[in-house]
């Protein structure tokens, strides 16, 4: 079989480093057939996300689900938004607080998007929870109140909320716990009340298809638009409706659009135990060919943000442990490691740039992205066969690059990256979804952001991964911050195996490349929070000898 490569191709120079180890430049690339376009940009990027229990489902988070939803180490999926309830009882509200604290703790920039299903039922025309119902205009200002309760309560408990939509789905009134709105009330809600809801940013409307009807009379309206930071809706039928797609009228007022509900598992027909299985063909299609691709068009459409239904469910990024669907309890699943080639790379404040694609390139589905000295690519693989050869370029010089993929048999793997003069080649599977990180700047005489903290004895913990081949081997490394402080600014002493020399390497700079090597961290990794982690890795050569480096220091002081 015929390699298949992609070549990041950086404005020439006659030498570069592969992740810190300088070496001479290979054969010059040929035309590219995707080229990034870093001075034409579109959205911010505000985040990826899921819900917590909105219905109690399996009782909260824990601790360790919430760090594995949000965390960025490995096996972390990385998510920047948590979306949780305001329920109408004040008495209820303190049921999630624990994980939304883990989230802010833990995470890295996560943000809180509360929703409610329903006013209380003595606001409402039904006096009722369910079944829909309007909010009596009497009592918006005793339900701007309500949110403003909310928003108060979860401060002091520690977290803030970062944004409050006035309602979830207005168009639908199942029932369960609902309410019924129409475009010009949310507007008058907005208008007249919403500067009372203080210590958050307002979204509307979440209507189940993002029915542009329900959010273009507040867009409209200067004093109610003033009041809201954001417009938001559902992904159920909006494909269908043609509500994928940019929204203009936001645009024009500069109101990032989210995607703060979507929950689709088909693939199972009537139930059954396929969904802890990491290999099911059927899961994976459903999640490469339906939930990601969504994610890809809700990027492509100008959206900043896409949040999942249930984080933790046996149809979605960590299993709930129910017997009959077969996943494990809280152990990610499939479809969390494919959303984490998303959430976990392209971070919020990152913003999507252009890119163009030659013939060659016609059936890969990609966006770009660039913040914080970085360049992320997500490539989604969706044909049946590789892409061979195919070359891609970014306007600027390339110190390391991280490749990771999800396919059927993948789950957010380290693959062999090779850098040098300004190109990072790697292989793409078939039918996957992967991602290239690539840090820019030479990489070669680099130095930490900030000056290393001593790392205390005991403080320290690194685990590693090997898959080794014939001559080759690739390593990740994770490295856990034990100790009560943060390490800001890290170098990392380990030894090779007799034999071995590193080719490549991702998330440091790596001196020299055999015998005692030294990783360094690059700018946006420095920092390693208390109880926090940080993966880097490196591919390398060797003859006959694969085992796992030995010896491990942080800052000079020994490891676990």
């Not at 979860?154 to 475009?183: F, L, R």
């Not at 081949?469 to 002493?493: E, F, H, K």
Request: aromatic content about 8%.
């Amino acid at each position: 079989m015929r390699r298949f490569q992609i070549l990041l191709v950086a404005a020439g120079t006659a030498l570069a480093t592969v992740a810190g180890v300088l070496t001479a430049p290979p054969v010059l690339a040929q035309t590219p057939d995707i080229t990034v376009n870093t001075s034409s940009s579109f959205q911010t990027i505000d985040g990826f996300g899921a819900a917590t229990p909105i219905f109690n489902v399996g009782g909260q988070w824990t601790t360790s689900e919430t760090q594995t939803l949000v965390g960025m180490g490995s096996g972390e999926l990385g998510l920047s938004i948590v979306r949780t309830v305001i329920s109408p009882e004040s008495g209820e509200w303190s049921g999630p607080v624990s994980s939304l604290q883990t989230a802010k703790s833990y995470g890295s920039d996560v943000k809180i998007l509360a929703s409610p299903w329903t006013a209380p039922a003595n606001f409402k025309t039904n006096n009722s929870r369910v079944n829909g119902g309007k909010l009596r205009t009497d009592f918006y200002d005793d339900y701007a109140a309500h949110l403003n309760d909310y928003v108060q309560f979860m401060a002091s408990q520690g977290v803030t909320i970062d944004v409050t939509s006035v309602q979830n789905e207005p168009d639908w009134h199942p029932d369960y716990d609902s309410m019924d709105w129409s475009g010009t009330e949310l507007r008058n809600f907005v208008r007249d009340h919403g500067a009372n809801v203080n210590g958050t940013e307002l979204l509307i409307a979440e209507s189940l298809r993002f029915n542009r009807q329900y959010t273009d009379p507040t867009l409209q309206d200067a004093t109610a638009r003033n009041n809201i930071g954001y417009v938001g809706g559902h992904l159920y039928d909006t494909e269908n409706s043609g509500n994928l797609s940019p929204y203009p009228l936001a645009n024009q007022h500069g109101k990032n659009q989210w995607m703060t509900e979507w929950n689709l598992h088909a693939a199972d027909g009537s139930g059954s135990n396929i969904w802890g299985d990491p290999s099911n063909a059927a899961v994976w299609n459903e999640s490469l060919d339906d939930i990601m691709r969504t994610v890809h068009l809700s990027m492509e459409s100008g959206w900043s943000a896409y949040i999942w239904w249930y984080g933790r469910r046996f149809y979605s990024f960590i299993g709930d442990g129910e017997s009959q669907f077969g996943t494990t309890l809280g152990e990610p699943l499939k479809r969390g490691y494919a959303f984490s080639q998303y959430s976990k790379y392209v971070r919020p404040g990152d913003e999507r740039v252009a890119l163009s694609k030659s013939s060659r390139a016609s059936s890969l589905e990609v966006t770009a992205y660039q913040g914080s000295g970085k360049v992320v690519l997500v490539i989604l693989n969706r044909s049946n066969s590789a892409v061979n050869d195919a070359v891609v370029q970014v306007p600027q010089s390339i110190s390391a690059a991280e490749y990771t993929v999800t396919s059927q048999n993948l789950s957010a793997a380290p693959r062999p990256a090779s850098v040098g003069s300004g190109q990072v080649t790697v292989d793409i599977p078939a039918r996957s979804i992967s991602t290239i990180t690539v840090s820019a700047g030479t990489g070669q005489t680099s130095s930490p952001t900030s000056s290393p903290t001593s790392s205390p004895t005991g403080t320290c913990q690194v685990t590693n991964s090997v898959s080794s081949w014939n001559t080759g081997l690739v390593d990740q490394i994770t490295v856990t911050n034990t100790g009560t402080s943060a390490i800001n600014g890290w170098s990392l002493g380990f030894t090779l195996g007799a034999g071995q020399t590193i080719t490549s390497g991702w998330n440091a700079t790596y001196s020299p490349t055999s015998g005692q090597v030294t990783a360094t961290n690059l700018g946006y990794n420095a920092s390693i929070p208390p109880g926090g982690s940080t993966t880097i890795g490196f591919q390398a050569s060797h003859s006959g000898n694969s085992a796992a480096p030995s010896g491990f220091t942080l800052n000079g002081t020994a490891c676990s």
